[in-house]
């Protein structure tokens, strides 16, 4: 099975906002943070995808996830790239 490292901007904030997660069906994962669905942090906004990243093992994945949420220099050069 495949899994993602995403990466989601805020486009309902005035400020720059991003979320970063993991999934195994990105699709759905990036329309459950639209509704409302997805994680409490991102309730109440819309997200667009700006980045992901294919992974072949969940726990690759995860430890790939952890890396980028910890790292705000990349965030920010992604965000700003988008």
Avoid: P
Avoid at 27 to 51: C, D, E, P, Q, S
Avoid at 59 to 81: C, G, V
């Amino acid at each position: 099975m495949t899994y993602f490292v995403y990466m989601l901007k805020c486009v309902s904030c005035k400020r720059k906002l991003t979320y970063v997660g993991y999934t195994n069906n990105i699709n759905l994962r990036v329309y459950l943070h639209n509704i409302g669905k997805g994680a409490k942090f991102t309730k109440g906004n819309r997200w667009k995808l700006i980045y992901k990243k294919k992974f072949l093992s969940k726990s690759k994945a995860m430890s790939y996830e952890y890396s980028l949420k910890n790292d705000k220099q990349k965030r920010l050069r992604i965000y700003n790239s988008s």
